[in-house]
């Protein structure tokens, strides 16, 4: 029997309330009959075997913590998918919005200042660099959200203090939806499901079954180890 269908055995059967019932009782009566009737155990041996069950019961409740941390991984995928794509429209916008600013047309006028050349040659630069952002910046993908760190790169101080706050709103944009898309990965990453849980909750009613019915024999045991 393979893996796969020994896991859909102990799912199916073991794991259904009547045959969770019907193991524990039969488990109980197993233990009863070989370390009380048959190999009698002193009170020491019975208080030795706490290590035995609330090992059994702390693995077979380990699937529910488990359980518990995926549901929990999976609500704040979806807030972060969320959040992540506020981020990328805001700092795409951003971007945007520099592409249009920076290559506006300039013309010289008895208000111009002295330096109108090297104003409008930074512009020019910072146009360059804005289109070639706005047009790195990749689609948004649902399933696998871009990422924007390269592009944090190419943000470089231009000498202009407009420019250079414009493309500081630009780099915190994007610093935030980078912030959110590693957040959204790793909540994808904490709720998909992983073998040692899949073998786990297999496994907790075969585990949790023994510890209660050993605990439940332990104290008949005792009782007659004091008599």
Known sequence: MSNSSLQSFLRDVVADPWCFLLYTAF?????YILFVWLLPRD????KRTDYVWLTAAILGAIPIVLENRQEFSNFVAEQSLGAAKLE??????????NATHHCRTFERSKFSPA???????VYRQACTRSQGLLQGFPDW??????????LLESLTQMGNRILDEDFER???SIESYESQRQRLASARDDSEP????????????ILLGFAIALRLVRIEGEIRSDA
């Open 27 to 31: 488990v109980y009566v197993a233990i």
């Open 43 to 46: 009170k020491k041996w019975w």
């Open 88 to 97: 990328y429209d805001f700092a795409r916008q951003q971007a945007e919005f």
């Open 115 to 121: 330096d109108f050349d090297e104003v409008v040659a």
């Open 141 to 150: 993908i649902t399933d696998s959200p871009p990422v924007l760190q390269p």
């Open 170 to 172: 630009l780099r915190n």
């Open 194 to 205: 992983s073998y040692l849980r899949e073998v786990l909750t297999s496994m907790s009613p």
